[in-house]
């Protein structure tokens, strides 16, 4: 089976200071990037299903130029190939945007699945993927704890995490599907993964080459719109119970009904 | 990427292992086989034999990273690159089918025979000889300070084969493979050295040691230089490790530095300390980018690659011994104990000035450029 993963390159947590522009948003060029953590949750679950069904697995992003410095992790944890769109009218893209870009991506390609993560750690809207299903018409799977494809029926079973338990889900494929952290940890890239990702092909299109207008996408007709940007503040001082079990559950739940939080 | 990837399985993995095996001078036959799961020992080999294919560079950057926390470790990698450089440089096809995919896998072990005890700097003084009989060449001598050679399954030996005295020195060597388990060859005894305890220096002895012709590599008489393209090849990966010894011994000395108070404050602020880390880092970025760029060149053939390897090599070594040295002595007393791993970092950076040829044998490689003949 053919699976499309959208794979989003992230700041990373670990170099810390994002850098913004004078817009107040995110200067992505400029900040050390990783794969979007949840996105890497897709890719684990999307690997595990072409090593049970076979197939092979593409990973889709849009993202500046240095994108491809992000996306080769994903190809050294196993995905056979990458697409990167990329295109100097996409600054400043908001999440409609976003979901356009990748739907008209994926129109070329042939798949069963799209996998996608449940948010970004940057945008954290998690409106994308059910956007991208919006426009292809594609069945929207979310929250998927397990997925179960029956590729000789071409239909796709996702157990849904629900609020008490899980809903179970059939739709024909082609489809998208959400992805949680109940797939499974995502795998640590080997040495010959690596090196092979090194051969491996990314893609670069414009937007002139999925057929979307420039004028449709960017910053000046994002819906949304950055006013300001502060940093947290720094975190208050932390009062530590260091009561025995039964003693410091009573002092716990004492400071939170306190602040009516229970 | 891949140096990340090395870097984390040497912290959380070999790291715990470096003082034990310093203490007890064993080959850690645990971390090689971990090196070899992780296809860290397939990094010189090419892909058609089971190997990565990683360049100079990638196979430099897994040697710091395990130097940096094991120098013993990092050596597992660097002598199974020295011992098969001379069958992936002149080796026929048939040989590196036979060979190299057991090498790339990790299943075997290769040593690199070439220094005696009369031929240390001077390796055309050998005097070890390999007599042609039949279709089998007899090989009899002696090697001496050979690493890994009492743990390998294949031995890289450099003998003599011409009587003729109007043979010029550096062509009477050749180069042949001798496995471990042919008779006449032996273990005569194993090194107590002041450094890299774990990593077996061996003197192999060859009495009548028979090897078919198929196991000479390289033409007769090519021994010589086939070394030497081997040591230009092999020198950037003592630099790593010397680079990885000092990155790993500087890391110990700024976190105690940043630990460790005195006259109630820390002393990585006070200014001599502070100073004597700045100089630290300083010297080991210049050694590594020389180490790098080094890797480039002769990866891409350079024709000045003597001279690139030589120069990484000695100026990482004499980085390494400083820079442990300067870490020992901001640890002080706890420096000089085997309860922080300064100590061993210091001897063993040592070795790094010595071995794949000595300082001294770097700066007249480098000077042979400079001065015309």
């Not at chain 2, 290769?110 to 007599?131: C, H, P, V």
């Not at chain 2, 009492?150 to 003599?160: R, Y």
């Not at chain 2, 040591?231 to 460790?260: F, H, K, T």
């Not at chain 2, 053939?301 to 090599?313: I, L």
């Amino acid at each position: 089976m053919q699976i499309v993963v959208l794979v989003k390159p992230v700041p990373d947590p670990a170099a810390g200071g994002e850098r913004l522009g004078a817009d107040g948003r995110l200067d992505r060029a400029a900040t050390p990037a990783v794969v979007n953590a949840n996105d890497e949750y897709a890719l684990e679950a999307a690997l595990k299903l072409v090593e049970a069904h076979g197939g092979e697995v593409t990973i889709v992003s849009m993202a500046p130029s240095n994108g491809p410095e992000t996306m080769r992790k994903a190809l050294a944890m196993g995905a056979h190939r990458g697409i990167h769109v990329t295109d100097d009218a996409l600054a400043g893209s908001d999440h409609v945007s976003t979901a356009r870009v990748l739907a008209a991506a994926l129109k070329d390609l042939e798949y069963d699945l799209v996998l996608a993560g449940a948010d970004t750690s940057d945008g954290l809207a998690g409106v994308v993927p059910a956007g991208v299903a919006a426009l292809l018409r594609l069945p929207y799977l979310s929250y998927a704890a397990k997925i179960e494809p029956d590729t000789d029926a071409g239909r796709v079973r996702v157990r849904r995490i629900s609020p008490t338990g899980y809903d179970v889900l059939e739709a024909p494929m082609p489809a998208l599907v959400v992805c949680t952290q109940a797939l499974g940890e995502p795998r640590y890239p080997s040495l010959k993964g690596i090196m092979a990702a090194r051969s491996k092909e990314i893609a670069a299109k414009a937007l002139s080459d999925i057929g979307v207008d420039a004028a449709s996408v960017g910053g000046a007709v994002a819906t949304t719109k950055v006013l300001g940007s502060t940093a947290p503040p720094p975190r208050a001082a932390t009062r530590v119970v260091r009561e025995p079990p039964d003693v410091a559950a009573r002092e716990v739940v004492e400071f939170l009904a306190q602040r009516r939080i229970v | 990427m891949l140096r990340d990837a090395v870097r984390v399985l040497a912290d959380e993995q070999i790291a715990r292992r470096a003082a034990e095996i310093d203490k007890t001078a064993e080959f850690p036959w645990d971390v090689k086989e971990l090196l070899a799961s992780h296809d860290i020992l397939g990094l010189p080999f090419p892909t058609q034999y089971g190997g990565l294919g990683g360049e100079l560079l990638t196979i430099c950057l897994a040697i710091e990273q395990i130097s940096r926390v094991c120098a013993t470790s990092g050596l597992i990698l660097a002598v199974q690159e020295l011992g098969a450089l001379p069958l992936l440089l002149a080796g026929s096809d048939e040989q590196k089918e036979r060979w190299l995919p057991d090498l790339a896998a990790g299943r075997t072990l290769i040593a690199f025979a070439l220094t005696e005890a009369e031929a240390g700097s001077d390796a055309s003084a050998t005097r070890t000889r390999a007599r042609r009989d039949g279709d089998d060449w007899v090989i009899d001598g002696s090697k001496r300070f050979i690493s890994q050679g009492s743990v390998a399954d294949l031995i890289t030996v450099f003998a003599v084969t011409t009587d003729d005295s109007d043979v010029p020195r550096h062509k009477r060597l050749t180069c042949f493979i001798v496995e471990k388990d042919t008779a006449g060859f032996g273990v005569e005894r194993i090194e107590h050295k002041m450094g890299i305890r774990g990593s077996p220096t061996a003197e192999l002895s060859f009495r009548g040691a028979r090897v078919p012709d198929s196991h000479r590599v390289g033409a007769e008489g090519d021994g010589f230089r086939i070394a030497m393209r081997t040591l230009d090849r092999s020198r950037p990966g003592i630099a790593a490790q010397a680079v990885g010894i000092a990155q790993g011994a500087l890391e110990v000395a700024a976190a105690y530095a940043n630990e460790r108070k005195q006259f109630g404050k820390p002393i990585a602020e006070f200014q001599m300390i502070a100073a004597m880390l700045a100089d630290m880092d300083a010297a080991i970025e210049a050694a590594r980018q020389l180490l790098y760029k080094a890797c480039t060149e002769i990866e891409s053939g350079a024709a000045d690659a003597a001279r690139w390897s030589a120069m990484c090599k000695l100026v990482a070594g004499d980085t390494a011994m400083r820079v442990t040295t300067d870490a020992v002595q901001v640890l002080g007393g706890y420096g000089y104990i085997d309860e922080f791993p300064v100590e061993r970092m210091m001897r063993d950076a040592k070795i790094t000035q010595l071995y794949e040829g000595t300082q001294q044998i770097q700066r007249l490689v480098i000077a042979r450029a400079l001065v015309p003949k």
